[in-house]
């Protein structure tokens, strides 16, 4: 019995369980999918980088692992991308015709007006192909992305604290890499500034600061390459314009709440999206601008110093085949405009009565008289009397 009594009994280990109040979150559940592909996609660069003698730990591999993250997402949505810069091209085109049925409606409250309004405007969208929900698809789709992204950084303290792992392919081992990694060594990638200021992670809380002044000048200089550049001249005298302006102003203060709430990681990646759209937006202006644009007249001064143009299609050909296209384009708008019949005048009651021919048994109306070379006519067919004025000395 002594023997029994002085052998260690071995202690199992209980598997951690979440700390008292923790219910089901129905958000966090529909996120699910997701967190699950924002896992894939950031275990995946970090084998890739882990695989070139990168260290798994390390705040770099893990860094690099959320821009690979970015390159992914952002690269998925260059079709919608397209597809926006297409339907912006078409809101610009039926512009006049939406401000026609906008005046045929203007100060008309009742409620059969704003239907009909409704109904034209959507016939209008429908007749071109565009929507204005087409222009926000990018960012519709990435928004979930992002907040996989914020998910997955937030769940990465408390997966790590309960020693268990993710909803997908970032296990225990990888959740626990992660919630070491710091960036410079000094900035754990799943604080936030709030908690960096509690606990007086210095470091942390300038990263942070740089970060946000960062994404806050990005989103600037972003928008404002649109407004001053991409332009034409009639969306600028639009109640649209004066939005977009103060939009500028307006818009990158909201990256200041992103970098007090958002753990560092997701603010990595904020930054880094920011910075493929500026890059996105730079190329597009430049090669495929909005036409009558300041942007498309410096493109057209590029091309002509090249000795080159843009056809009707918007392609990019020789200037001889271009100055062709042009000669034929003004021979056939000259021929359409000769085979266009001519307007007619409008014709009084009485002319037009004069006009109709006679009907069946009635004289026909006889001429006015000519004056003869002698004088004037008279009313009955002979010579007037009346002599020839004198000729001037």
Not at 57 to 80: D, E, H, M
Not at 250 to 259: N, R, T
Not at 316 to 344: D, G, M, N, S
Request: proline share 9%.
């Amino acid at each position: 019995m002594d023997l029994f009594a002085s052998t260690p009994v071995p202690v199992v280990p209980t598997p951690p369980t979440p700390p008292p109040g923790e219910g089901f979150d129905l958000f966090s559940t529909l996120m699910w999918p997701f967190k699950w592909l924002v896992e894939m996609i950031l275990v995946f660069w970090h084998w890739l980088f882990t695989a070139a003698g990168l260290p798994a730990a390390a705040g770099a591999t893990w860094v690099l692992s959320i821009i690979g993250l970015v390159i992914v997402v952002r690269s998925a949505l260059i079709p919608l991308f397209v597809r926006q810069i297409k339907s912006q091209r078409k809101m610009m085109e039926i512009a006049p015709e939406l401000r026609k049925v906008q005046e045929k409606y203007r100060g008309k409250k009742d409620q059969l007006s704003r239907e009909a309004m409704s109904r034209e405007t959507m016939a209008l969208y429908k007749k071109h192909g565009t929507t204005p929900v087409s222009s926000c698809l990018p960012l519709l789709v990435q928004m979930p992305v992002l907040l996989g992204m914020f998910y997955t950084l937030s769940d990465v303290k408390r997966h790590a604290e309960w020693g268990v792992g993710g909803v997908g392919l970032l296990n225990a081992e990888l959740t626990k890499q992660f919630y070491d990694a710091q960036l410079f060594d000094v900035a754990p990638l799943h604080t936030n500034m709030i908690e960096a200021i509690n606990l007086g992670q210095t470091a942390t809380v300038i990263i942070l600061v740089i970060l946000v002044v960062l994404m806050i000048a990005s989103q600037f200089i972003t928008q404002l390459q649109i407004i001053s550049k991409n332009l034409s001249p009639e969306a600028k005298t639009g109640q649209a314009y004066q939005m977009q302006k103060i939009m500028l102003y307006v818009l990158p203060l909201a990256f200041i709440f992103s970098g007090v709430f958002f753990p560092l990681g997701v603010v990595m990646y904020w930054f880094t999206s920011n910075l493929w759209t500026m890059a996105q937006q730079f190329i597009v202006i430049r090669n495929l601008p909005t036409p009558g644009s300041e942007a498309a007249k410096e493109r057209e001064e590029r091309l002509a110093r090249k000795g080159k143009a843009l056809d009707a299609k918007g392609r990019v050909i020789p200037l001889e085949k271009y100055q062709e296209e042009q000669r034929r384009l003004a021979e056939e708008a000259e021929r359409a405009r000769a085979a266009t019949p001519k307007r007619q005048q409008p014709m009084g009651k009485q002319r037009a009565k004069k006009k109709q021919p006679p009907k069946a048994g009635e004289p026909a109306p006889k001429a006015a008289p000519k004056p003869s070379k002698g004088g004037e006519q008279r009313p009955n067919g002979g010579p007037s009397t009346t002599p020839p004025p004198a000729p001037k000395s």
